[in-house]
């Protein structure tokens, strides 16, 4: 390698430094984006309380919802850190959230859309499993793309998934992943450690 390579690798591991930096001081922020965009949807989407349907697929992740964020600031509180906890927390929520949808389509008893939801089991837990062996990065990148592909997708797409859901569950999913980019300098220090 020579210097002028080694310059730039060291310039832009210095750069993801700083992101990184920048990042975990967001964290306060990224803790009340994630639960300003529950309550709105609690509040201002669901149109009645998860509590008097929670076994009904959208009010039952709703109730999830809560009690995850809840948790998660929990642990995020306690004096020693488990990281390894928080990316088991964070994977099995990124796992779970397929997993409404295919209820869903279940309930409704819509063939091809049991067979949509499977698939996009399979991709989502894929990726929660892999983020929880490999990156809390890929953990939050595939909470994100939840959202950003499969919660707008199924937005008037979907006979058995009510519209109050997708457009929920994508504003959490976006604030959740930002929270989890601010987790990332902490894993990565946890990383080097082990």
């Known amino acids: ?39 709105y949807t609690y509040v201002n989407l669901a149109p009645e309380s998860p509590f008097l349907h929670p076994v009904i697929p959208p009010y039952f992740s709703m109730i999830n919802c809560v009690l995850f964020a809840v948790l998660f600031a929990i642990m995020r509180l306690m004096q020693r850190r488990n990281l390894k906890l928080e990316r088991l927390l964070l994977a099995v929520f990124l796992g779970g959230m397929p997993v409404i949808y295919l209820w869903s389509a279940l309930l409704q ?32 990148l595939g909470i994100v793309s939840h959202g ?18 997708s457009i929920g569950c994508l504003i959490i999913d976006i604030a959740l992943g930002f929270l989890v980019l ?9 990383g080097r450690n082990e």
């Open 1 to 39: 390698m020579t210097r002028r390579d080694q310059m730039s690798v060291s310039m832009g591991l210095s750069l993801a430094s700083k992101v990184m930096d920048g990042l975990s001081r967001m964290e306060l922020l990224a803790f009340c984006m994630l639960f300003i965009t529950i309550g």
């Open 109 to 140: 008893e819509d063939k091809s859309g049991v067979v949509v939801e499977v698939a996009g089991a399979f991709i989502f837990m894929g990726l929660a499993a892999w983020g929880f062996k490999r990156s809390p990065l890929i953990l939050g």
């Open 148 to 165: 950003m592909a499969w919660d707008i997708w199924h937005h008037n797409h979907s006979v058995y998934m009510e519209n109050w859901y």
């Open 182 to 190: 601010t987790q990332l300098k902490a894993h990565q220090v946890m």
